[in-house]
């Protein structure tokens, strides 16, 4: 029987989270000496005229001390305890390192592996398999699916929908994939015992044994995770998938030998587990005061390279929920950095650039999750679309209306223009790409229907002979977002550049609750609207695949599901299994990435080497 934790049993897997990020503060405080008492000086006779000059006194350098403030106390710094980010993320970087950091060039960090595994050098590979009906496989639609006749599937070699086929009968393959992972030959965990595949299998074991949502999707693509020997970890996954991120598929080592004779359902409530965990990052635990602090030290076993090893002596995390009291902390030096626990970037334009002023602000989490969904099938077409009868005109199912009106918004001007409205003036906004669309919105919506018929560019665009819409109705439609201070810049943008085009937007800003609220009363999951600014929750697998059909909420499946727009296209869905395998995407996009979820931490002037220098770097800041 699978035990959760209280809280994992709460977070039921069946409801839609959509998270807020959170930033945390970083206080600081004195250091800590760690040496013993000085030397004491040797008497030297003053009577003696041979007499030597006095021995110097030894000096004891004292300790570098990194100290970083949290807004929050983690409960447990267990991995699978149900309970992940915030201050417990900000802890994990300093007693684990990688192995899938990135710099802010796109690299990947030296880390717990000997090298990164690709196709290049052979530790990525496609072995052809033969399937029979019955047999678990991930279709040409990027679906977890059954075997069996008449499923879409890419046959042995085939790396897109394009070679595709529809298999009826007779042997079939498909490709399998083998990833083998190399642990350094040093890795070591933090009390000097080796760390080696089997800790990472164990981890795998543990993952599996507790079924937490937020790992489901992993483990579903998974045929075996296994030690091909003590430092190669191999992972063989579901025929016909292939992983577009390596993260996933590789789980985290835990300590066998600190573990491994415990309860595996109840290791969540181990002291070791819970409150010294070993690691092999940077630094390693010292001591854990409930309400107060933790503090590390130094990792002497830290990959074993005098290049790898951190500036700081000592990293003491110290637990402020004030938010204001570490912002003090931090301009008086008491605090070196505040993370992401405490969400810096909701404080005001203003005090962000004074803020910037006395310290160095790291701006992350640049993924575009902030999505305007076009409403393409309300629910009111379930039962079937007759314009004549009351249902709202049809205006989106043209893919090329939703393109021109793509065009007319311009994401990546609309974007720099709001975070521009939101950041400090100067800010780096490098890292800011979104998808063009070179095309004439004024001539796709011509050539879809939509026409400027009085010649008035203050009015509407009205449909001639648009299918499935009566002629003369306008193209007029309602938006609705949060009351989120971004979401409205945001759309007063959105208003402005579409009316541009010729489309009348109606905005309203609900509050969260009513936003989000179930269907089939819910403007969202109700599939009640036209447009809609969508906060998603970045996850393995790339945004398109939110919109399956499979994944519709409708009466049928109780309102459940993020493809809210109520998009039906196999060709789509097939583009967004070939972007897994690294294809492109076809235009036929139903939204438009508009904007970033950002978080904010920040450090001390001079800590990090720029701006963009990522928390995950933690062990590479520089000490003075």
């Given at each position: 029987?699978?035990?959760?934790t209280?809280?994992?049993?709460?977070?039921?897997?069946?409801?839609v989270?959509?998270?807020l990020?959170?930033?945390?503060?970083?206080?600081?405080?004195?250091?800590?000496?760690?040496?013993?008492?000085?030397?004491?000086?040797?008497p030297?006779a003053s009577?003696?005229?041979?007499?030597?000059?006095?021995?110097p006194?030894?000096?004891?350098?004292?300790p570098?001390?990194l100290?970083?403030?949290l807004?929050?106390?983690?409960?447990s710094?267990?991995?699978?305890?149900?309970?992940?980010?915030?201050?417990?993320e900000?802890i994990?970087?300093a007693?684990?390192?990688?192995?899938?950091?990135?710099t802010?060039e796109?690299?990947h960090?030296?880390?717990?592996?000997?090298?990164?595994?690709?196709?290049?050098?052979?530790?990525?590979?496609?072995?052809?398999?033969?399937?029979?009906?019955?047999?678990?496989?991930?279709?040409?639609?990027?679906?977890?699916?059954?075997?069996?006749?008449?499923?879409?599937?890419?046959?042995?070699?085939c790396?897109?929908?394009?070679?595709?086929?529809?298999w009826?009968?007779g042997?079939?393959?498909?490709?399998?994939t083998?990833?083998?992972?190399?642990?350094?030959?040093?890795?070591l965990?933090s009390d000097?015992?080796?760390?080696?595949?089997?800790d990472?299998?164990?981890?795998y074991?543990l993952?599996?044994?507790?079924?937490?949502?937020?790992?489901?999707?992993?483990?579903?693509?998974?045929?075996?995770?296994?030690?091909?020997?003590d430092?190669?970890?191999?992972?063989?996954?579901?025929?016909g998938f292939?992983?577009?991120?390596?993260?996933?598929?590789?789980w985290?080592?835990?300590?066998?030998h600190q573990?491994?004779?415990?309860?595996?359902?109840?290791?969540?409530?181990d002291?070791?587990?819970e409150?010294a965990p070993?690691?092999?990052?940077?630094?390693r635990?010292?001591?854990?005061?409930?309400?107060?602090?933790?503090?590390?030290?130094?990792?002497?076993?830290?990959?074993?390279?005098?290049k790898?090893?951190?500036?700081?002596?000592q990293?003491?995390?110290l637990?402020i929920?004030?938010?204001?009291?570490?912002?003090?902390?931090?301009?008086?030096?008491?605090?070196?950095?505040?993370?992401?626990?405490?969400?810096?970037?909701a404080?005001?334009?203003?005090?962000?650039a004074?803020l910037?002023?006395a310290?160095?602000?790291?701006?992350?989490d640049?993924?575009p999750?902030?999505?305007?969904?076009?409403?393409?099938?309300?629910?009111?077409?379930?039962?079937?679309y007759a314009?004549?009868?009351?249902?709202r005109?049809?205006?989106?199912?043209?893919?090329?209306?939703?393109?021109?009106?793509?065009?007319?918004?311009?994401?990546?001007?609309?974007a720099?223009?709001?975070?521009s409205s939101?950041?400090?003036?100067g800010?780096d906004l490098s890292?800011?790409?979104?998808?063009?669309?070179?095309a004439?919105p004024?001539?796709?919506?011509?050539e879809?229907?939509?026409?400027?018929?009085?010649?008035?560019?203050?009015?509407?665009?009205?449909?001639?002979?648009?299918?499935?819409v009566?002629?003369?109705?306008?193209?007029?439609l309602k938006?609705?977002?949060?009351?989120n201070?971004?979401?409205?810049?945001?759309a007063?943008?959105?208003?402005?550049k579409?009316s541009?085009?010729?489309v009348?937007v109606?905005?309203?800003?609900?509050?969260?609750?009513?936003?989000?609220?179930?269907?089939?009363e819910?403007v969202?999951?109700g599939?009640?609207f036209?447009l809609?600014?969508?906060?998603?929750?970045?996850?393995?697998?790339?945004?398109?695949?939110?919109?399956?059909?499979?994944?519709?909420p409708?009466?049928?499946?109780?309102?459940?599901?993020?493809?809210?727009?109520?998009?039906?296209?196999?060709?789509?869905?097939?583009?967004?299994?070939?972007?897994?395998?690294?294809?492109?995407?076809?235009?036929?996009?139903?939204?438009?990435?508009?904007?970033p979820?950002l978080?904010?931490?920040?450090?001390?002037?001079g800590?990090?080497?720029d701006a963009n220098?990522?928390?995950?770097q933690l062990?590479?800041?520089?000490?003075?």
């Amino acid at each position: 029987m699978r035990l959760l934790t209280k809280q994992a049993r709460q977070n039921a897997p069946h409801q839609v989270v959509f998270l807020l990020l959170t930033l945390g503060l970083l206080a600081g405080c004195a250091q800590l000496p760690t040496g013993g008492p000085l030397p004491t000086q040797q008497p030297i006779a003053s009577s003696s005229p041979t007499a030597l000059p006095p021995t110097p006194t030894a000096t004891l350098v004292p300790p570098k001390v990194l100290t970083v403030c949290l807004a929050e106390e983690p409960e447990s710094l267990y991995r699978y305890d149900g309970h992940a980010g915030g201050a417990k993320e900000s802890i994990f970087a300093a007693i684990y390192d990688g192995p899938f950091e990135l710099t802010s060039e796109g690299k990947h960090t030296d880390s717990l592996f000997s090298v990164y595994p690709s196709g290049e050098n052979g530790g990525i590979s496609a072995l052809p398999i033969a399937v029979q009906p019955g047999d678990m496989v991930v279709d040409a639609y990027g679906e977890l699916s059954v075997f069996k006749a008449g499923i879409f599937a890419r046959p042995a070699g085939c790396e897109s929908s394009a070679c595709a086929v529809t298999w009826e009968s007779g042997e079939f393959l498909m490709d399998q994939t083998r990833v083998a992972f190399s642990l350094r030959p040093d890795s070591l965990w933090s009390d000097g015992q080796a760390l080696n595949a089997q800790d990472a299998v164990f981890s795998y074991q543990l993952a599996k044994e507790v079924d937490l949502p937020m790992g489901t999707w992993a483990l579903e693509r998974t045929i075996s995770f296994t030690a091909e020997d003590d430092k190669t970890a191999v992972w063989l996954g579901v025929p016909g998938f292939s992983p577009r991120e390596l993260a996933p598929f590789f789980w985290l080592p835990l300590p066998r030998h600190q573990l491994g004779s415990a309860d595996p359902t109840a290791i969540g409530q181990d002291p070791q587990a819970e409150r010294a965990p070993l690691g092999w990052g940077a630094y390693r635990l010292v001591s854990w005061e409930s309400g107060k602090s933790i503090q590390l030290e130094k990792n002497p076993y830290y990959f074993g390279a005098a290049k790898n090893q951190p500036a700081f002596d000592q990293l003491s995390f110290l637990f402020i929920p004030e938010r204001e009291e570490a912002l003090q902390m931090l301009a008086d030096g008491s605090c070196d950095v505040l993370d992401k626990s405490y969400h810096l970037e909701a404080l005001p334009k203003e005090q962000l650039a004074e803020l910037g002023k006395a310290a160095d602000l790291h701006w992350e989490d640049w993924q575009p999750v902030e999505q305007l969904v076009f409403g393409i099938r309300p629910a009111s077409y379930d039962d079937g679309y007759a314009y004549w009868s009351g249902d709202r005109p049809d205006f989106f199912s043209d893919a090329r209306t939703r393109q021109a009106l793509l065009a007319c918004l311009e994401p990546q001007s609309l974007a720099a223009q709001v975070l521009s409205s939101w950041l400090p003036e100067g800010s780096d906004l490098s890292r800011l790409r979104l998808p063009a669309l070179d095309a004439d919105p004024g001539a796709l919506l011509d050539e879809v229907g939509w026409r400027d018929l009085d010649g008035d560019p203050a009015t509407p665009r009205a449909a001639q002979n648009v299918p499935g819409v009566n002629n003369l109705t306008a193209l007029s439609l309602k938006l609705y977002t949060s009351r989120n201070a971004l979401h409205q810049n945001a759309a007063a943008l959105i208003v402005e550049k579409l009316s541009a085009c010729g489309v009348q937007v109606d905005w309203q800003a609900l509050p969260v609750a009513e936003l989000y609220a179930p269907g089939p009363e819910g403007v969202l999951f109700g599939r009640n609207f036209d447009l809609a600014l969508v906060s998603w929750q970045a996850g393995p697998e790339p945004l398109c695949a939110l919109y399956r059909s499979n994944a519709t909420p409708s009466e049928a499946n109780f309102w459940v599901g993020t493809n809210l727009a109520g998009f039906m296209d196999p060709a789509f869905e097939a583009a967004c299994a070939d972007l897994e395998q690294g294809e492109g995407l076809a235009l036929s996009y139903p939204a438009a990435a508009l904007l970033p979820q950002l978080s904010l931490w920040v450090s001390r002037t001079g800590l990090t080497p720029d701006a963009n220098y990522t928390w995950s770097q933690l062990e590479s800041l520089k000490a003075e």
